[in-house]
C-alpha cells in the first residue's frame, strides 16, 4: 500500500493525501509537481526512475489506511536536472 508521503522531498511543500500536484516513482519517493517538472525533469534523483502522478485514496479508505506522516525531506533540496 502507497505510504501517501506529506511533502516534497525537494521543498518541503505540504501535498495532502488527496493533492492532485503529488508526483512519485516507483519506491515512492515523493515530490510536488513543481519540483517533478521545473526541477527534476520528470526524473527521480534517488533512483533515476520516472515521476508519474500520484494516485489519490478514497477519503473513505484513509480513516482505516491513513496516509503517513513521516516527512521525508533532502537536507540541501534538489539540485536542478542537467
Known amino acids: 500500500m502507497l505510504q ?16 492532485t500536484e503529488a508526483r512519485i516513482c516507483s519506491f515512492e519517493c515523493t515530490f510536488c509537481a513543481s519540483c ?12 533515476g526512475g520516472e515521476l508519474v502522478a500520484r494516485p489519490r485514496r478514497p477519503a473513505a479508505k ?10 521525508v525531506v533532502k537536507q540541501h533540496g534538489c539540485q536542478e536536472a542537467v
Open 4 to 19: 501517501l508521503r506529506p511533502s516534497c522531498e525537494c521543498c518541503d511543500k505540504d501535498l495532502s493525501p488527496d493533492s
Open 36 to 47: 517533478a517538472e521545473n526541477v527534476l525533469a520528470g526524473k527521480c534523483p534517488n533512483c
Open 62 to 71: 484513509l480513516i482505516k489506511f491513513p496516509a503517513s506522516t513521516e516527512r
